[in-house]
């Protein structure tokens, strides 16, 4: 499911490595079988709003945002080395560094807990990096790489919320 490669960086200790994850490649009967059923279940709820009206529409616009959501998986990947953790969202990358990291925090909504979120406040002033928690628990090389960069934030010195942990080593 995912790409790994480890990556020493141009000006790193030679120990040091770069552990990069994703994106995920399109392929199987279950993408296939996910594809079609948005395509199915788009075209159905445009015809419903070309005959029901405004009702069709809120459906036509719930079915696009699911097929964002889904599609957006075939774009995320992570770089994590000892100094920095990005996250690749689409087109763009989230980057934040080990030294700027104020707090690590289990984000939560009314579900429970929803992600990592890592706060730096150095030279990316307000960065947070969030990381779905789904996609640590998917992607073990993840949690380990993102274990390992909790551990050194908290070390030097960052508010490590005491969920964190539970959630990259379950």
Do not use: K
């Not at 995912?2 to 552990?19: L, N, Y």
């Not at 009702?55 to 994590?80: E, H, K, N």
Request: hydrophobic share 45%.
């Amino acid at each position: 499911m995912s790409d790994e490669r480890t990556d020493p960086g141009p000006d790193i200790d030679p120990d040091a490595v770069t552990i990069t994850i994703g994106p995920r490649r399109f392929g199987g009967s279950r993408d296939v079988l996910t594809a079609a059923a948005f395509t199915l279940g788009l075209v159905v709820t445009v015809l419903v709003a070309f005959r029901a009206g405004l009702p069709g529409v809120i459906g036509t616009v719930y079915v696009l945002t699911a097929l964002a959501a889904w599609a957006q998986g075939f774009r995320r990947s992570w770089r994590v080395s000892s100094d920095q953790l990005e996250v690749r969202r689409w087109f763009r990358w989230h980057a934040v560094e080990r030294a700027d990291v104020s707090a690590i925090e289990a984000a939560r909504d009314e579900m429970g807990i929803r992600c990592v979120a890592i706060t730096g406040n150095g030279t990316g002033a307000g960065t947070t990096v969030e990381i779905d928690v789904d996609d640590v628990r998917l992607e073990p090389l993840l949690a380990d790489a993102l274990a390992h960069f909790v551990d050194d934030c908290s070390t030097a010195g960052a508010t490590v919320d005491p969920a964190v942990p539970t959630i990259v080593r379950p």
